[in-house]
């Protein structure tokens, strides 16, 4: 049975931990309310991943010349199914990423979680470029059905020299809307992800803030530009040079 | 006859009036694979449902001693292949040298395969023998017979007796905090949890995180006196180099796969992980035993890292055993769930390819536990695991994992939770490692029904070890 307040040993060492700890015991099983409670936080990750990105909504909210693109996988099973499909552009959508010359472009795909995108991309997206006034930007992609790779076709077609691309990550039980931004310098085809960055876990429960993350971000493609190149060497660097983006660049 | 359709004729069956043909033994072997999503995206799984039983049709007439004739890979270029080649015990084979694929399986459920004739065959076996005869069997098959393998080890306590269920405690922190990994820990325990290992998924992987880590769960293990191994899932290389700071290392784990470009992928190697054993060995930590080596395992690792060579996910799988085999661990587990729907789509798959891991491990010799789990963009949820963790109870598994409240907070995936311990221990009459449920006892955890004491306020060892993990 959940103990009253008052004797609620474990109210200490919740707080050392996001671990469903400390639950209470009907015989050998978990209470009601634990059971319920793990099944809306299942609940919620799943909508996260199957709930279709409102791209209307977000580019009236971004505003400003915006390109909508989709992937090779039709639908969110076959997406789920064919990780492979999810890095390809769809051919319909080729013709819509006209050659230019940019310094970066911005993708926001849907991935694992709409949610994520739907909470988060907007205000990290201009947390970004209000950092970058000096970068020539191309228009904001938009791409469903995207997996990370779709970053590397987007940006070769429009002739820019960084990828980011902000993305829905595989929701948890305690976060369903955690973005995360893959960065890849000369995108192409075929890309190897060891030749990319990635800052992880940006959301408001407790996770990577969109101004710590902009600024990481934002010293990354500084570096990627001036050094050419993205990835392993360009992370280690980072480290040295301020361990402070630790945190934000995670161990992948 | 030309030398094509002699080849061709070998892997051919005519059935319900149809002519199947299979180009090779991979073919064979993929096609007769049940449904799964990986395969698919491999482009190696059956065309249709008819093809899938032509394939085990096939199968079932082939030799067993094909698969030492004839390599899935090379020889010359694969040192798994190699590593079950060479290891192979032909004297322990011959009870069963004569059999075919589908002979194999009848005496496997009969009741001449007992306990110590399995265990006296098992390193006469290969991973793509027992790769094939799980394909013609059914779950119950494969619960019947993973339930006669009896594999023990031994470190500070023994696995794998009968009548026991190990538990890997997983106290998993998204920033590896010590006191909220501790809070993990001492939760765990108090559901007489943890025998197989206390082992932490570390969130930053490097050797000096792992050494303060390592340090908190010795200093904890050695305060209660607790009979059981602490471990974190570092990477071999990062353990030598723990070992070599001094640290307190129980058990090396590594990730390993079915083939030398997948285990290359790991960044791993066979001599690696022979260095690796030898430098744990030399720490003469066991008490009871010196099996020192834990393996995580999984279908789909190897395609993941474009290095199976063709094979399908469960064949390339059961290969991963051989390595496993060879460096005598304490424990293997597969994280079934774990890869993802591209592998294995839903809860009918996951639970399909748990009982076969499990069954081909066993049957290797292999202390084959399982990660009853899955993620959040499956088509699976916790009554998937229930059943799953059900039948391999049943099944005879070595061990489980779990986690507070089924949720791992770093790894962000679902497992078994403490409570789904009890209730397996409830509805079998399982029972922990000896020696950990003599400490249970002791410890004065366990009221006069064999039950886990209720953590209430009444529970003396609750108040030891908050007031502990608080300080």
């Given at each position: 049975m959940p103990l009253p307040p008052e004797i609620d040993l474990w109210a200490k060492l919740r707080a050392t931990t996001r671990a469903r700890i400390g639950l209470g015991r009907v015989g050998d099983s978990m209470p009601t309310k634990d059971v319920l409670e793990f099944q809306l936080a299942h609940a919620k990750a799943r909508d996260a991943v199957h709930t279709k990105l409102d791209t209307a909504a977000l580019k009236t909210a971004i505003g400003g010349d915006i390109i909508e693109v989709r992937s090779a996988a039709d639908s969110r099973e076959i997406y789920l199914r064919r990780p492979d499909l999810g890095r390809q552009l769809h051919p319909d959508c080729a013709p819509l990423l006209k050659q230019g010359d940019y310094d970066a472009v911005f993708v926001i795909a849907d991935g694992l979680s709409a949610t994520a995108v739907s909470l988060n991309a907007v205000a990290m997206l201009q947390a970004a470029l209000t950092r970058l006034h000096d970068f020539k930007i191309a228009p904001i992609v938009i791409a469903t059905q995207a997996r990370v790779a779709i970053g590397d076709d987007i940006g070769e077609r429009l002739g820019a020299k960084i990828c980011a691309i902000l993305i829905g990550e595989r929701p948890g039980l305690s976060v369903a809307e955690s973005l995360g931004i893959y960065l890849t310098y000369n995108p192409k085809r075929g890309t190897r992800d060891s030749a990319r960055n990635c800052i992880s876990n940006i959301h408001t429960k407790g996770g990577l803030s969109y101004e710590v993350a902009a600024d990481t971000l934002t010293w990354l493609m500084r570096e990627a530009l001036r050094r050419k190149l993205t990835g392993v060497d360009l992370k280690e660097e980072a480290l040295l040079a301020a361990p402070a983006a630790a945190q934000a660049l995670g161990t992948a | 006859m030309t030398m094509l359709n002699a080849v061709m004729a070998r892997y051919a069956t005519s059935f319900g009036g149809e002519t199947y043909r299979f180009?090779?033994?991979?073919?064979?072997?993929?096609?007769?694979?049940?449904?799964?999503?990986?395969?698919?995206?491999?482009?190696?799984?059956?065309?249709?449902?008819?093809?899938?039983?032509?394939?085990?049709?096939?199968?079932?007439?082939?030799?067993?001693?094909?698969?030492?004739?004839?390599?899935?890979?090379?020889?010359?270029?694969?040192?798994?292949?190699?590593?079950?080649?060479?290891?192979?015990?032909?004297?322990?084979?011959?009870?069963?040298?004569?059999?075919?694929?589908?002979?194999?399986?009848?005496?496997?459920?009969?009741?001449?395969?007992?306990?110590?004739?399995?265990?006296?065959i098992a390193s006469g076996l290969t991973p793509e023998m027992v790769a094939a005869v799980s394909k013609l069997m059914r779950n119950q098959d494969l619960?019947?017979?993973?339930?006669?393998?009896?594999?023990?080890?031994?470190?500070?306590?023994?696995?794998?007796?009968?009548?026991?269920?190990?538990?890997?405690?997983?106290?998993?922190?998204?920033?590896?905090?010590?006191?909220?990994?501790?809070?993990?820990?001492?939760?765990?325990?108090?559901?007489?949890?943890?025998?197989?290992?206390?082992?932490?998924?570390?969130?930053?992987?490097?050797?000096?995180?792992?050494?303060?880590?390592?340090?908190?769960?010795?200093?904890?293990?050695?305060?209660?006196?607790?009979?059981?191994?602490?471990?974190?899932?570092?990477?071999?290389?990062?353990?030598?180099?723990?070992?070599?700071?001094?640290?307190?290392?129980?058990?090396?784990?590594?990730?390993?796969?079915?083939?030398?470009?997948?285990?290359?992928?790991?960044?791993?190697?066979?001599?690696?992980?022979?260095?690796?054993?030898?430098?744990?060995?030399?720490?003469?930590?066991?008490?009871?035993?010196?099996?020192?080596?834990?393996?995580?395992?999984?279908?789909?690792?190897?395609?993941?890292?474009?290095?199976?060579?063709?094979?399908?996910?469960?064949?390339?799988?059961?290969?991963?055993?051989?390595?496993?085999?060879?460096?005598?661990?304490?424990?293997?587990?597969?994280?079934?769930?774990?890869?993802?729907?591209?592998?294995?789509?839903?809860?009918?798959?996951?639970?399909?390819?748990?009982?076969?891991?499990?069954?081909?491990?066993?049957?290797?010799?292999?202390?084959?536990?399982?990660?009853?789990?899955?993620?959040?963009?499956?088509?699976?949820?916790?009554?998937?695991?229930?059943?799953?963790?059900?039948?391999?109870?049943?099944?005879?598994?070595?061990?489980?994992?779990?986690?507070?409240?089924?949720?791992?907070?770093?790894?962000?995936?679902?497992?078994?939770?403490?409570?789904?311990?009890?209730?397996?221990?409830?509805?079998?009459?399982?029972?922990?490692?000896?020696?950990?449920?003599?400490?249970?006892?002791?410890?004065?955890?366990?009221?006069?029904?064999?039950?886990?004491?209720?953590?209430?306020?009444?529970?003396?060892?609750?108040?030891?070890?908050?007031?502990?993990?608080?300080?």
């Amino acid at each position: 049975m959940p103990l009253p307040p008052e004797i609620d040993l474990w109210a200490k060492l919740r707080a050392t931990t996001r671990a469903r700890i400390g639950l209470g015991r009907v015989g050998d099983s978990m209470p009601t309310k634990d059971v319920l409670e793990f099944q809306l936080a299942h609940a919620k990750a799943r909508d996260a991943v199957h709930t279709k990105l409102d791209t209307a909504a977000l580019k009236t909210a971004i505003g400003g010349d915006i390109i909508e693109v989709r992937s090779a996988a039709d639908s969110r099973e076959i997406y789920l199914r064919r990780p492979d499909l999810g890095r390809q552009l769809h051919p319909d959508c080729a013709p819509l990423l006209k050659q230019g010359d940019y310094d970066a472009v911005f993708v926001i795909a849907d991935g694992l979680s709409a949610t994520a995108v739907s909470l988060n991309a907007v205000a990290m997206l201009q947390a970004a470029l209000t950092r970058l006034h000096d970068f020539k930007i191309a228009p904001i992609v938009i791409a469903t059905q995207a997996r990370v790779a779709i970053g590397d076709d987007i940006g070769e077609r429009l002739g820019a020299k960084i990828c980011a691309i902000l993305i829905g990550e595989r929701p948890g039980l305690s976060v369903a809307e955690s973005l995360g931004i893959y960065l890849t310098y000369n995108p192409k085809r075929g890309t190897r992800d060891s030749a990319r960055n990635c800052i992880s876990n940006i959301h408001t429960k407790g996770g990577l803030s969109y101004e710590v993350a902009a600024d990481t971000l934002t010293w990354l493609m500084r570096e990627a530009l001036r050094r050419k190149l993205t990835g392993v060497d360009l992370k280690e660097e980072a480290l040295l040079a301020a361990p402070a983006a630790a945190q934000a660049l995670g161990t992948a | 006859m030309t030398m094509l359709n002699a080849v061709m004729a070998r892997y051919a069956t005519s059935f319900g009036g149809e002519t199947y043909r299979f180009d090779d033994l991979k073919t064979v072997m993929a096609c007769a694979s049940a449904r799964r999503s990986g395969d698919e995206l491999a482009g190696l799984a059956a065309e249709s449902d008819a093809q899938r039983v032509a394939a085990r049709a096939v199968l079932a007439d082939l030799p067993l001693s094909t698969f030492l004739n004839e390599a899935l890979i090379p020889y010359e270029t694969d040192e798994v292949t190699r590593l079950i080649m060479d290891r192979h015990d032909a004297e322990a084979f011959q009870p069963v040298a004569h059999l075919t694929v589908g002979g194999f399986r009848d005496w496997l459920l009969s009741y001449e395969a007992d306990s110590a004739s399995l265990r006296a065959i098992a390193s006469g076996l290969t991973p793509e023998m027992v790769a094939a005869v799980s394909k013609l069997m059914r779950n119950q098959d494969l619960i019947a017979v993973s339930r006669k393998c009896q594999v023990v080890t031994a470190f500070r306590n023994t696995l794998g007796l009968p009548g026991r269920l190990g538990t890997r405690l997983q106290p998993n922190h998204p920033t590896d905090d010590l006191r909220g990994i501790a809070a993990s820990t001492l939760d765990g325990l108090l559901y007489g949890t943890g025998d197989a290992v206390i082992g932490i998924n570390p969130a930053t992987d490097n050797v000096p995180n792992c050494l303060a880590l390592l340090d908190m769960l010795d200093g904890l293990r050695q305060r209660y006196e607790i009979p059981t191994q602490t471990c974190v899932l570092t990477h071999v290389t990062n353990s030598i180099e723990v070992m070599n700071r001094g640290g307190a290392v129980d058990l090396v784990f590594q990730s390993v796969a079915g083939s030398e470009a997948a285990n290359a992928g790991f960044g791993i190697n066979l001599a690696v992980l022979r260095e690796a054993r030898d430098a744990a060995l030399a720490l003469k930590r066991g008490t009871v035993g010196q099996d020192v080596m834990y393996f995580e395992t999984g279908q789909g690792a190897a395609l993941s890292a474009e290095a199976h060579f063709g094979l399908d996910q469960q064949t390339i799988e059961a290969r991963a055993y051989a390595v496993a085999r060879e460096f005598k661990p304490l424990l293997v587990n597969t994280v079934v769930g774990f890869i993802g729907p591209e592998y294995l789509y839903d809860g009918k798959q996951i639970i399909r390819a748990g009982l076969e891991d499990h069954f081909c491990g066993k049957l290797l010799g292999v202390p084959m536990g399982c990660d009853v789990c899955y993620t959040n963009h499956a088509e699976a949820d916790q009554d998937d695991m229930d059943t799953l963790m059900t039948l391999l109870t049943a099944a005879g598994v070595t061990f489980v994992i779990t986690v507070p409240g089924a949720d791992d907070v770093m790894l962000n995936y679902q497992s078994l939770s403490y409570h789904d311990l009890l209730y397996l221990r409830a509805t079998f009459g399982v029972k922990p490692a000896p020696e950990f449920e003599l400490w249970l006892e002791k410890m004065d955890m366990v009221d006069r029904q064999g039950r886990m004491r209720l953590p209430g306020p009444q529970n003396k060892m609750l108040h030891r070890l908050i007031n502990a993990a608080a300080a």
